[in-house]
């Protein structure tokens, strides 16, 4: 059974820190690139970064550029985005994806950046 599970959300003021882990299981994670994904109320889910299978590659979403980095460990299957100078307009919930054709998502974790 695949299961990614996200962690790390919170509530934070606006230019503080976050980190956020997605632990994956029942799938060959070191074999296939990440991606961490968030969504807005009322907006399209955005892809904010990915990663290659060995991590030796990142993209970023311009918005995010300079500001988040994606990490990944292939010994303990995991995936982790740290977020700093949070901005208001990062508060979404955050979703890892990954696995063969992009199936598999895990439930998602709440970013609220405000004082």
């Known amino acids: 059974q695949v299961r990614l599970v996200e962690s790390g959300g919170g509530l934070v003021q606006p230019g503080g820190s976050l980190r956020l882990s997605c632990a994956a299981s029942?799938?060959?994670?070191?074999?296939?690139?990440m991606r961490w994904y968030r969504q807005a109320p009322g907006q399209e889910r955005e892809l904010v970064a990915q990663?290659?299978?060995?991590?030796?590659?990142?993209n970023y979403a311009d918005s995010v550029k300079g500001r988040f980095t994606i990490s990944r460990d292939n010994v303990k299957n995991a995936v982790f985005l740290q977020m700093n100078s949070l901005k208001p307009e990062d508060t979404a919930v955050y979703y890892c994806?990954?696995?063969?054709?992009?199936?598999?998502w895990g439930q998602g974790t709440q970013v609220t950046v405000s004082s």
């Open positions: 994806n990954g696995g063969v054709s992009w199936r598999y």
């Open positions: 029942g799938f060959t994670f070191s074999a296939y690139a």
């Open positions: 990663i290659s299978s060995i991590g030796g590659s990142t």
